[in-house]
C-alpha cells in the first residue's frame, strides 16, 4: 500500500530509515534543519549487535572495510590497574566484531547509501494530526499532508514537542568531553579509566586516530570553567597511562566539543499519523554505545512493520511492541551501569573484578537475541 511519508531528521536513524524504506520499496520524503550533511563529531564504538542491524541494512561490509575492530573491552583503575578485561570478540560471536570509526564516518556510509536527496536547511513549525493524517507546515511556509510523520530528530525533537506536547528530557547533572587525535599510544582496544564520579575512555578509530571521551559529574566542574583542554587537563591530570598521557598532550589546534548527556523515556511515542525513532524515542547515556544499533534497529523493524500494512495504526503498534521492551533493558542497564561512577574506590574495585565478566554479560545477552520477528526474508537484496 502506497502511503505518504515525511521522515524529519537525517542523522543515524533518520538516514538507517531512509535506507530501509528504500530496500523495501517505500517512498518518502527526507528533512533535515542542518544545513548540510553533518562532516564533524568524534568516534562512535558500535558493539557486535550493531553489526546484525548494519547486515540487515546490508551496510556492514562497508563499515567494517574502514572501521577498527576491537577484540577486547577493558576497564582500569586512574592507577592504570586492571579491573576487568573482557573478551568480546568472544562474547559476541555469532553476532559480529565491536568496531569503531568516526561519527562522520558512520553517517559518511549511511548517506551513501541513501539514493534519495535531503532537503537540509528545513524543519517543521507545526504538525497538525486532523482526520488520520498530518498536516505539515514547513520552515520555507510550504504545506503538505502527510499519512505518517516520522521524528528522528534526536535528543532535543521538535517533532516530540509538536506532536506529544513538551516533556523535557531529563539532562543529567554531567558534562562530557569527546575529540579525535593521532593514536600515538598504539592503543589496541576500547580502553576505559574510572575515576571518581569521572571517566576517561579511549578508542582506536580509522586512519591512525584515536577517539578520545572524557565524562564527569557536575559537582566536579571548576566554579569557572577555563577552556575544554584545560578543564580536561585538570579534571583527568592525576590518571596514569594509557590515557592521561593522551590528555596531557592536548594542544591548542585540537578540537575538542562538550556536551551534556540525558535521557528521554521509552513509551510509546506514537499516534494515528506519527511516530518517533532514534533518540527523539529513547536516548540514554552512552555507557553501553548502544544508541546507534536501537536507532539501526528501529528503522528495520519500523520497515518491516509498515512494508505491505494495510492498518496503519496496527503496524505502529506492532512496531512498539517489537522495540519497547529492548530499548527499555537498555535504558535500565545505562542507568545500573552510570550508578558505579559513585560508589566508593574500594567497592567498585572489588565489583569490577570479582562480576566484571557477569555485569558485561547479563547487560548485553538480551541484545544477542533477535530484534525482528521475521522480515529479513522481504529484503530485495540491493547493494
Ligand atoms: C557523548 C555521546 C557519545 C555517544 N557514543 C556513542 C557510541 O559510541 N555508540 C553509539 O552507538 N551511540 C553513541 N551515542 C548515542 C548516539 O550518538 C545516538 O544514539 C544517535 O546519534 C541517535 O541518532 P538519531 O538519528 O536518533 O539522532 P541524532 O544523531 O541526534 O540525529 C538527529 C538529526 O535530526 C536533525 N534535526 C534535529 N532537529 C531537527 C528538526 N527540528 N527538524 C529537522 N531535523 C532536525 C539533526 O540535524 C540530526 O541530523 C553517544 C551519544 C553521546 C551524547
Same mark, same amino acid.
Given at each position: ?55 540487515? %541494512? ?17 576497564? !582500569? ?10 573478551? @568480546? ?28 536527496? @535531503? ?35 534526536? /535528543? ?7 506532536? /506529544? ?69 585538570? %579534571?583527568?591530570?592525576? /590518571? ?75 503496524? !505502529? ?51 544477542? !537475541? ?14
Amino acid at each position: 500500500m502506497s502511503r505518504n511519508i515525511l521522515i524529519i531528521g537525517a542523522g543515524i536513524a533518520g538516514l538507517a530509515l531512509a535506507r530501509a524504506f528504500e530496500r523495501r520499496g517505500i517512498a518518502f520524503d527526507i528533512i533535515d534543519r542542518a544545513p548540510s550533511p553533518l562532516t564533524g563529531g568524534a568516534g562512535m564504538f558500535l558493539p557486535g549487535n550493531a553489526m546484525v542491524a548494519l547486515r540487515g %541494512l546490508g551496510l556492514d561490509e562497508r563499515v567494517a572495510d574502514i572501521a577498527w575492530h576491537n577484540r577486547r573491552q577493558t576497564i !582500569l583503575d586512574v592507577g592504570g590497574g586492571t579491573l576487568h578485561d573482557m573478551d @568480546v570478540d568472544g562474547f559476541w560471536e555469532g553476532a559480529g566484531p565491536c568496531l569503531s570509526l568516526t561519527r562522520a564516518s558512520l553517517t559518511g556510509i549511511l548517506r551513501s547509501g541513501v539514493e534519495a536527496q @535531503v532537503r537540509y536547511g528545513t524543519w517543521t513549525d507545526a504538525i497538525a494530526i486532523e482526520d488520520h493524517k498530518a498536516r505539515v507546515t514547513f520552515s520555507d511556509g510550504a504545506e503538505a499532508v502527510y499519512d505518517l510523520v516520522i521524528g528522528a530528530d534526536g /535528543f532535543t525533537s521538535a517533532t516530540r514537542t509538536q506532536l /506529544f506536547g513538551y516533556e523535557p528530557p531529563e539532562i543529567y547533572p554531567r558534562t562530557c568531553w569527546r575529540t579525535l587525535v593521532p593514536n600515538r599510544i598504539g592503543l589496541r582496544h576500547w580502553t576505559v579509566m574510572l575515576g571518581q564520579r569521572r571517566a576517561l575512555l579511549g578508542v582506536p578509530v580509522e586512519d591512525g586516530l584515536l577517539y578520545l571521551y572524557g565524562d564527569a559529574d557536575n559537582v566536579l566542574l571548576p566554579a569557572h570553567p577555563a577552556t575544554h583542554r584545560q578543564d580536561l587537563q585538570d %579534571l583527568f591530570g592525576g /590518571f596514569a597511562a594509557p590515557l592521561a598521557p593522551v590528555v596531557a598532550a592536548l594542544g591548542p589546534d585540537d578540537r575538542i566539543d562538550k556536551g551534556y548527556l540525558g535521557e528521554v523515556a521509552a513509551r510509546d511515542w506514537s499516534n494515528e499519523a506519527a511516530v518517533l525513532v532514534g533518540d527523539a524515542a529513547h536516548a540514554c547515556s552512552p555507557s553501553m554505545a548502544q544508541g546507534a544499533s536501537m536507532a539501526f534497529e528501529d528503522a528495520l523493524v519500523l520497515a518491516d512493520c509498515l512494508a505491505g500494512a494495510q492498518d496503519l495504526r496496527a503496524a !505502529l503498534a506492532e512496531f512498539n511492541r517489537q522495540r519497547l521492551e529492548r530499548v527499555r533493558w537498555v535504558q535500565k542497564q545505562c542507568r545500573a551501569r552510570d550508578s558505579t561512577r559513585s560508589l566508593p574506590r574500594p567497592l567498585r574495585i572489588a565489583i569490577l573484578r570479582l562480576l566484571g565478566d557477569r555485569l558485561y554479560r547479563r547487560s548485553y545477552a538480551p541484545l544477542l !537475541l533477535p530484534f525482528q520477528n521475521g522480515g529479513t526474508d522481504r529484503v530485495d537484496q540491493r547493494a
